[in-house]
């Protein structure tokens, strides 16, 4: 499997760098015209992209200022490194096919233009075709395998470090995002206050409102009748059940605002509920999280309650997992399942709402949905506080 997994990654090195020889081609040549900003970035944005993609790593942060000067001063450095380490993988690999013509088809060339091997050998015959063609495709593909995967991640970091924010151009942006959640969580939160007060006035208060009146009702039967026993019972047994529907709802109304099952049962019986509740086989693993504030208990709880009601009504899936850990001050939550993929904001999936709760914390959420799936939701929190 090793084996496989390596040649897979040297497949995937080289086509990265042949990809780099040749963007850093296009880039030479066209070098006036990447010049213009919007332009630049957005070649630089998708090359950041690519890079990251190779290393498994998120791409470097857009940060708005100083993007531009980014993205203009890459360009010349993604010229030099795509041809330098560009080159010698397209060598490589076309001598691998040179050898493969040398050693199996050498017959069909004339006498003086026959192929030659690496080192300018040449093949004229049977002996030097089995010979030198075999050891010079093996030699370059032993090459290619120990080769082709590192360097092309010493590129793609070249490219994201270039391409990375300073430190002062990431606090802006972190400041400009937190103002922005900021503001979505007070609306938010305004939203949320209306709704609790609309569901208690409109619900609970009605209900409390009629059971003041059916014991007042009772009250005066029973005083002008005390003998109609029937009348009184029916009138109190419709305020209990009245009263049972009103701390129904009442319950229901608590529980959007923060779960009670938090306070019952902490973090770990909470989600444990939750994922046994889950229409579909979910395994849930747990690492030692320490002590977890309880405004990041909440988050992490209705996240996975909402991506995992996703994983049921949309993507297919026949199994699911949620697994918790704690580095240091950071509180991560992976949430994934093998269905078709394709989890996107823009279609009203949850994930915007997660997005929300979670960047309200100074969070982060990464979504890894391709269109056949498997899904992974990645939830990052700081617990340090």
């Not at 394709?342 to 279609?347: E, F, H, I, L, S």
Request: net charge neutral; glycine share 10%; with cysteine.
């Amino acid at each position: 499997m090793r084996w496989g997994q390596g040649w897979v990654q040297a497949w995937r090195g080289g086509v990265y760098l042949l990809g780099g020889l040749l963007s850093g081609v296009v880039t030479v040549f066209a070098l006036p015209l990447l010049c213009v900003p919007r332009l630049a970035r957005l070649w630089a944005d998708w090359h950041g992209e690519r890079a990251a993609r190779l290393l498994g790593a998120p791409p470097a942060p857009a940060a708005t200022r100083g993007r531009t000067a980014r993205a203009l001063l890459w360009l010349p450095v993604h010229a030099v490194t795509g041809l330098a380490l560009g080159v010698p993988a397209l060598l490589c690999a076309g001598n691998i096919v040179v050898g493969v013509i040398a050693a199996s088809l050498w017959w069909a060339f004339g006498p003086d233009d026959g192929p030659k091997l690496f080192m300018d050998i040449p093949v004229h015959g049977w002996v030097t075709a089995l010979t030198f063609g075999p050891l010079q495709i093996v030699l370059l593909s032993i090459l290619a395998y120990l080769s082709f995967a590192p360097v092309a991640r010493v590129h793609a970091r070249i490219c994201l470090a270039v391409l990375a924010p300073t430190a002062q151009e990431q606090l802006a942006e972190r400041v400009a995002v937190l103002t922005r959640t900021r503001a979505d969580v007070l609306d938010a939160h305004g939203a949320e206050l209306r709704r609790i007060e609309r569901d208690l006035h409109d619900g609970t208060q009605a209900r409390l409102v009629a059971i003041a009146l059916r014991l007042a009702v009772a009250r005066q039967a029973f005083a002008d009748n005390p003998r109609d026993e029937q009348l009184v019972a029916g009138l109190l047994r419709d305020a209990h059940e009245g009263t049972e529907e009103a701390m129904t709802e009442l319950r229901e109304v608590v529980r959007t605002v923060y779960p009670p099952i938090l306070a019952d049962r902490g973090l770990d019986g909470a989600l444990t509920a939750v994922t046994t509740r889950c229409g579909i086989p979910t395994r849930l693993d747990m690492g030692e999280l320490e002590r977890v504030p309880a405004a990041v208990e909440a988050v992490v709880y209705f996240a996975v309650a909402e991506a995992l009601t996703n994983v049921t009504k949309h993507s297919g899936a026949t199994a699911a997992g949620v697994r918790l850990g704690r580095s240091a001050d950071r509180l991560s939550v992976v949430i994934t399942d093998n269905g078709t993929g394709g989890a996107d904001d823009r279609r009203g999936t949850g994930i915007a709402g997660i997005r929300r709760r979670v960047h309200a914390l100074d969070g982060t959420v990464v979504v890894d949905s391709p269109a056949g799936g498997p899904t992974a939701i990645t939830v990052e929190l700081p617990c340090g506080w």
